[in-house]
């Protein structure tokens, strides 16, 4: 609540600058966004870097890395009681999918490529039919299925197979 000049704001921005550095302690990450910012003694440099890596480009980057991953890794082959993996693996779609879309702020992939990456990510062998389905229907001009229905045609099948 300090003015932003003068000695009452040089004793209110060392002891904020004391507080962020106490809180941030052990957790090298964010010390590192913290530690250049040392010896300005300043709260405000330490608040804006934290901000700018929790708030914009550190949790953006972090989103792309996992996004990355999970269209490299992911993969489904079947369902396994009581475990649901349908459900998983559509949740981590939608997120890779729309992790690329907020850092890039548009869509960068189109329903014809999820559709394609949706097909050569699902290998369970009894969704072949679906699968051979989605592949006719890509290739009517114009298309007749999009990335949704897709989707949804498989959590049909699984949810016909694995229901109680």
Not at 42 to 57: H, M, S
Not at 87 to 111: L, V, W
Not at 127 to 142: A, C, H
Request: charge should be positive; proline fraction near 4%; charged fraction near 20%.
């Amino acid at each position: 609540m300090a003015p932003l000049a003068g000695p009452s704001y040089l004793v209110d921005a060392s002891e904020v600058h004391t507080c962020i550095t106490k809180f941030v302690a052990g957790n090298y990450t964010t010390e590192a966004k913290v530690q250049p910012h040392l010896l300005l003694n300043n709260d405000r440099t330490d608040f804006i870097a934290l901000k700018d890596y929790y708030g914009g480009v550190g949790v953006n980057s972090i989103g792309i890395l996992k996004a990355d991953q999970i269209l490299e890794m992911l993969h489904y082959t079947g369902e396994k009681k009581p475990h649901m993996w349908w459900a998983e693996f559509e949740i981590q779609m939608i997120f890779a999918f729309s992790a690329y879309t907020k850092k890039e702020g548009r869509t960068m992939h189109s329903d014809e490529m999820k559709m394609r990456i949706l097909l050569r990510k699902t290998k369970a062998d009894f969704l072949g039919t679906t699968k051979i389905f989605i592949e006719v229907s890509m290739t009517n001009v114009p298309r007749t299925i999009t990335y949704e229905q897709a989707m949804s045609a498989f959590q049909q099948k699984v949810n016909g197979k694995f229901s109680p």
